[in-house]
């Protein structure tokens, strides 16, 4: 079983920064990617940025250039830096984590969430 513990989140003003971690503990097997996605009241979970193990990183277009995301393999964490922060960032952030226990299929698992709202 995995356990993912989200940090960093609050308040800030526009034009702000932020930083989320999330760390992954417990028998998570080879990572294939950690990320984060968000969740704003009425609208549907979507992808903020994602990190695969070989170091790709991929970008929702409305965070591209303004939020950038960053992995310490050696302690399971991965980072989110927010900068430039909207009032339209405002959601709960999800930490996810895909991984596989071979020969088991892949897995996916999420954190808590930790809320980020942005003031205009």
């Known amino acids: 079983q995995v356990q993912l513990v989200e940090s960093g989140g609050g308040l800030v003003q526009a034009g702000g920064s932020l930083r989320l971690s999330c760390t992954a503990s417990?028998?998570?097997?080879?990572?294939?990617?950690m990320g984060w996605y968000r969740q704003a009241p009425g609208e549907e979970r979507e992808l903020v940025a994602l990190?695969?193990?070989?170091?790709?990183?991929d970008y929702a277009d409305s965070v591209q250039d303004r939020f950038t995301i960053s992995r310490d393999n050696t302690k399971n964490t991965v980072y989110l830096q927010m900068d430039s922060l909207k009032p339209e960032d405002t959601a709960v952030y999800y930490c996810?984590?895909?991984?596989?226990?071979?020969?088991?299929?892949?897995?996916?698992?999420w954190g808590q969430g930790t809320q980020v709202t942005v003031s205009s």
């Open positions: 417990g028998r998570i097997g080879s990572m294939i990617a």
């Open positions: 990190i695969t193990s070989g170091g790709s990183a």
């Open positions: 996810n984590l895909r991984g596989r226990i071979w020969p088991m299929n892949p897995y996916t698992d």
